[in-house]
């Protein structure tokens, strides 16, 4: 069984910063993308960022600059450093994996249970 476990949200001020984590744990044989999602109160779940396994990023326009994604392969982790973050970041904050639980079966999309990131002075 597979298991996304986001840590770190919680209220910052604007202009702050935050470190978003999420660790992959279960029985699994390869990890593709990873990524982070958040839905704010009455809207749509948005993407925020992905990384692949070679590390090739890519950023919705709204958080190029001052998001950073990054991973740790040795330990199924990705981050989410969010700098100088604004209201409009409030969110959940969700991670996901495109994964293999073993050589020969076919890749699903696993997602954590979410971190809230409220941004307010």
């Known amino acids: 069984q597979v298991q996304l476990v986001e840590s770190g949200g919680g209220l910052v001020q604007p202009g702050g910063s935050l470190k978003l984590s999420c660790t992959a744990s279960?029985?699994?044989?390869?990890?593709?993308?990873m990524g982070w999602y958040r839905q704010a109160p009455g809207k749509q779940r948005e993407l925020v960022a992905t990384?692949?396994?070679?590390?090739?990023?890519n950023y919705a326009d709204s958080v190029k600059g001052r998001l950073t994604i990054s991973r740790d392969n040795a330990k199924n982790t990705v981050y989410l450093q969010m700098n100088s973050p604004k209201p409009e970041d409030t969110a959940i904050y969700y991670c996901?994996?495109?994964?293999?639980?073993?050589?020969?079966?076919?890749?699903?999309?696993?997602w954590g249970q979410g971190t809230q990131v409220t941004v307010s002075s």
């Open positions: 279960g029985s699994i044989f390869s990890i593709n993308v």
């Open positions: 996901n994996a495109d994964l293999k639980v073993g050589r020969w079966s076919p890749q699903y999309t696993y």
């Open positions: 990384i692949s396994s070679g590390g090739n990023t």
